[in-house]
């Protein structure tokens, strides 16, 4: 158990629908950061939070978006779903930014139909 | 642009053998080389890092070169076992961290 935790573990939802994934990183850790994870693709980094600030962006497409909160937790929000999101969708956390071990959570299945 | 090629896509090996997995990246600012191991459907874990100013670091059975001139690095893992069999990634920090596509290894008993 890495200490990162993640809700849902599954959700199953239709094209052009809304979800919400929810991260809390350990405890102390002040970085969470956005993983989605295709059968055919490795990891692909979307997105880093920095004690409530945007610190770094990746691949994350203009329908999806994020925020950390004052206590950390963090989500990441999925609109207007497509069959292609259909993905694992990790967070991580580290202690500080860059160069730090990331923990990564459980992980979230999303399934698009 | 911030790329990190992972090397071979596939590896079977017999137990007790060793297993190699090489990967290169491009940026030369890169100073921190993480390796993940990810068994199906679980999250990646840690299993061994290198920062740029160390050139081998090992832990037991595995171990972790660097050669920052040729931009690449590798995982070693001698003594395999079939425990071992997993997906395992490579990542570079540049600006973020940047995986390599995965190694899916196989250790056959």
């Known amino acids: 158990d890495s200490g990162v935790t993640q809700t849902p573990k599954h959700l199953i939802t239709a094209t052009g629908q809304r979800v919400t994934l929810r991260c809390s990183p350990r405890?102390?850790?002040?970085?969470v950061y956005w993983y989605q994870q295709s059968l055919d693709q490795g990891l692909q980094f979307l997105i880093q939070?920095?004690?409530?600030?945007?610190?770094a962006k990746g691949n994350i497409l203009e329908r999806f978006s994020a925020q950390q909160f004052p206590d950390l937790h963090s989500e990441l929000n999925l609109s207007s779903l497509e069959l292609g999101d259909s993905a694992l969708y990790f967070c991580?956390?580290?202690?500080?930014?860059?160069?730090?071990?990331?923990?990564f959570g459980p992980g979230t299945r999303l399934t698009v139909l | 642009g911030e790329n990190v090629e992972q090397h071979p896509s596939t590896l079977s090996v017999q137990e007790g053998d060793s297993a190699v997995i090489k990967c290169t990246y491009s940026?030369?600012?890169?100073?921190?080389f993480p390796w993940y191991k990810q068994e199906l459907g679980k999250r990646p874990q840690l299993i061994i890092d290198i920062r740029s100013n160390v050139g081998e670091k090992k832990d037991q059975r595995i171990a972790v070169t660097l050669n920052k001139t040729a931009k690449h690095f590798s995982l070693h893992i001698t003594e395999t076992q079939p425990e071992d069999s997993a997906v395992y990634f490579c990542a570079a920090m540049m600006r973020k961290l940047i995986f390599g596509q995965g190694t899916e290894l196989s250790v056959k008993p």
């Open positions: 991580a956390s580290s202690v500080y930014g860059r160069g730090n071990e990331q923990f």
């Open positions: 939070y920095y004690n409530g600030e945007e610190r």
């Open positions: 940026d030369s600012a890169s100073n921190y």
């Open positions: 405890s102390g850790d002040l970085s």
